[in-house]
């Protein structure tokens, strides 16, 4: 709970918002073991009173979908202002935390077969994406090190002053073919929180707000024998839709902020989404220059792989580096003329996606 | 050199019953709904076309063609530690399904995408055998 209640009050602090100004909640699922109820009693704990309160389940598209639902409840009338909270922290009682309940496809089809977490699933969407494809382990390797300058201009990323070559990602250790170490998220615990309002309240807090403008979400699977297409994620859906809902096309876009637990989920998002098309996603990462300064900024906090991944915070640090860019507040790393950003979230091995398209709103 | 552990057993479910006790007689077994002529993978409470619930297992031919693998160097899980390297697969069978596996009797840098492959199999316990694959020959494949 000091997470949670720390990152609540600088975002209350942040939008100029008192507990008694806020009438919605969305809680990340993280409190495993936790009680039922377990969002009214975080919203007592912060004294909230919601008129929506709720646990958004999307895994790594937690934090997106958390925005475009709070929207949808503001929208729909039922509430003016909903705080999003997103944390992960150790368990204190060991073992608590279960890897899968019986009954369900990953007790059942896929533990005998001892898979490496997410990042064995990765890989082998890696491995289909260079055998359809060819692409390299440099081009992989590319995104990691682009990120990794950002990181060199952001002092809250884990590996802020530690830059990287692809020489560098090559060398590391290889975890699941053709996954290296350097192209896996560094884990770390932490939390995340943001407001969600409507456009009157946003226009009298202290930023300049960002609005969104458009949102599409699209769960495809969860065991990996029900994607039939290794290379072809629903972000192909949700992106559609969020562009579409926006009016705008990839090639508006300022600022990419998408989900990056591997250096291969970078490069199907790119594609899929639209930014080049399927199959291109190597090359294009080799000949766009994804820093704060290039010309497809890309992950402008250093990304999952090199800020590090607090559980769902990570996911939604997509989100609060959007905001962030949007509003022109990023110091060192700004992106010039930041107007419109692209954000992902990316759930389980490609199985959750929720995109988001957000601007820069007029004072 | 480590013993190695034997792997987790699969938490079975009542409607997958039929394909674990072929897998115990090391046959391998795929569910099918005879309304849509159609396999399905893994298998559920009913078909997830038509709401069949009077699903059918069939034998399976046991051949099939590597779609995708990654050799897994590294392991925090301690029933595969003594394992490594090996190769975690997704194999599209010949009935038309896709199974999660791993491909064994072979060194892991020879296995490739597109690479045929036979199933065969281990047992774990008293109660329940794994299916795995590996290479076919050439008379199999």
């Keep these: 709970m000091d997470f949670v209640a720390r990152v609540a009050r600088d975002a209350m602090l942040d939008a100029a918002l008192l507990p008694v100004d806020v009438d919605g909640l969305l809680l990340s699922p993280t409190f495993l ?34 925005v475009w639902r709070a929207a949808a409840a503001i929208a729909a009338g039922e509430c003016r202002a909903v705080l999003c909270v997103l944390a992960e922290a150790p368990d204190p009682r060991p073992g608590m935390r279960p890897l899968s309940w019986p009954g369900l496809p990953l007790a059942q089809w896929d533990r005998q077969y001892g898979p490496m977490g997410a990042t064995s699933g990765y890989a082998l969407a890696a491995t289909r994406h260079a055998y359809e494809y060819g692409t390299t382990d440099e081009q992989r390797a590319k995104v990691a090190v682009d990120q990794r300058t950002n990181a060199c201009a952001n002092p809250t990323s884990l590996f802020h002053g530690t830059p990287i070559t692809v020489d560098d990602v090559l060398a590391s250790p290889l975890v699941c073919d053709p996954l290296h170490l350097l192209e896996i998220v560094m884990p770390c615990w932490g939390a995340t929180a943001f407001v969600v309002t409507r456009a009157d309240v946003a226009r009298s807090a202290p930023h300049p707000p960002v609005v969104l403008r458009g949102f599409g979400e699209q769960i495809t699977h969860a065991s990996l024998v ?19 809902g926006a009016g705008v096309t990839p090639a ?30 190597g090359p294009f990462v080799a000949d766009h220059d994804l820093t704060y300064v290039g010309d497809l900024p890309c992950n402008t906090h250093g990304g999952q792989l090199s800020y590090g991944q607090a559980g769902l915070a990570g996911g939604a640090s997509h989100v609060t580096e959007a905001v962030i860019q949007l509003r022109g507040a990023a110091g060192e790393r700004q992106v010039a003329d930041c107007g419109l950003a692209f954000v992902n979230g990316n759930g389980g091995i490609l199985a959750e996606q929720c995109s988001l398209v957000l601007e820069r709103g007029g004072s | 050199m480590s013993t190695i552990e034997p792997r987790p057993a699969p938490e ?37 076309s038509c709401l ?39 194999v599209d069978l010949d009935e038309g ?19 045929r492959v036979r199933a065969c199999f281990e047992d774990i316990d008293d109660e329940h055998s794994v299916v795995l ?8 494949s």
Aim: hydrophobic residues 40%.
């Design chain 1, 252 to 281: 508006d876009m300022d600022l990419l902020s998408v989900y990056d637990c591997y250096t291969i989920t970078v490069i199907l998002t790119l594609e899929d989404a639209g930014f080049c098309t399927k199959g291109t996603g």
């Design chain 1, 33 to 66: 073991g936790a009680p039922i109820t377990i969002a009214s009693m975080v919203a007592d704990s912060l004294g909230i009173r919601p008129a929506y309160c709720d646990v958004v389940d999307l895994g790594g598209a937690t934090a997106a979908g958390m």
């Design chain 1, 226 to 244: 029900s994607l039939p297409d290794l290379t072809r994620t629903g972000i192909v859906e949700s992106a559609g839709r969020a562009f579409t």
């Design chain 2, 133 to 140: 694959f590996a290479p076919a020959t050439d008379t199999e």
């Design chain 2, 52 to 90: 069949n619930d009077q699903m059918e297992f069939l034998d399976a031919s046991g051949l099939g063609t590597v779609y995708s693998f990654t050799v897994i160097r590294r392991t925090a899980n301690p029933a595969f530690a003594a394992r490594v390297p090996y190769v975690l697969a997704l």
């Design chain 2, 97 to 115: 399904v896709r199974i999660y596996t791993n491909v064994v009797e072979c060194d892991p840098d020879d296995v490739r995408v597109g690479q």
């Design chain 2, 12 to 48: 079975t479910t009542a409607f997958a019953a039929p394909y674990w006790a072929a897998a115990r007689g090391h046959r391998l077994v795929l569910q099918h709904c005879p309304r849509c002529d159609r396999f399905q993978h893994f298998p559920r409470a009913w078909c997830t």
